[in-house]
Nanobody
Framework: QVQLVESGGGLVHTGGSLRLSCAAS????????MGWYRQAPGKQRELVAL???????NYPESVEGRFTISRDNAKNTIYLQMNSLKPEDTAVYYC??????????WGQGTQVTVSS
């Protein structure tokens, strides 16, 4: 079993920054990919960043150049540095660790609100 706990969300003005953290515990050795998703009210959950075991990263165009995903293997933690935040970035942000088959775990989510 794997537990993921996010932190770092909050309220920020347009142009501000936040850093989200996702601490993992449990049997995470089957993890191949780690990522951050977000879901705004009335919208589908979308991927905003991912990082693989080999360190490769990927971002959608909407956050490219503003968001950076990173990891600290010693702490079993991933981070999402979010800069130049916009009101459209407002959402609940979730971290996800996944691998082969049924190995697929989500955190509980953390609210990010960007005021205009």
């Amino acid at each position: 079993q794997v537990q993921l706990v996010e932190s770092g969300g909050g309220l920020v003005h347009t142009g501000g920054s936040l850093r989200l953290s996702c601490a993992a515990s449990g049997r995470i050795f089957s993890t191949y990919v780690m990522g951050w998703y977000r879901q705004a009210p009335g919208k589908q959950r979308e991927l905003v960043a991912l990082i693989t075991n080999s360190g490769s990263t990927n971002y959608p165009e909407s956050v490219e150049g503003r968001f950076t995903i990173s990891r600290d293997n010693a702490k079993n933690t991933i981070y999402l540095q979010m800069n130049s935040l916009k009101p459209e970035d407002t959402a609940v942000y979730y971290c996800r660790f996944w691998g082969v088959g049924a190995f697929d775990y989500w955190g509980q989510g953390t609210q990010v609100t960007v005021s205009s």
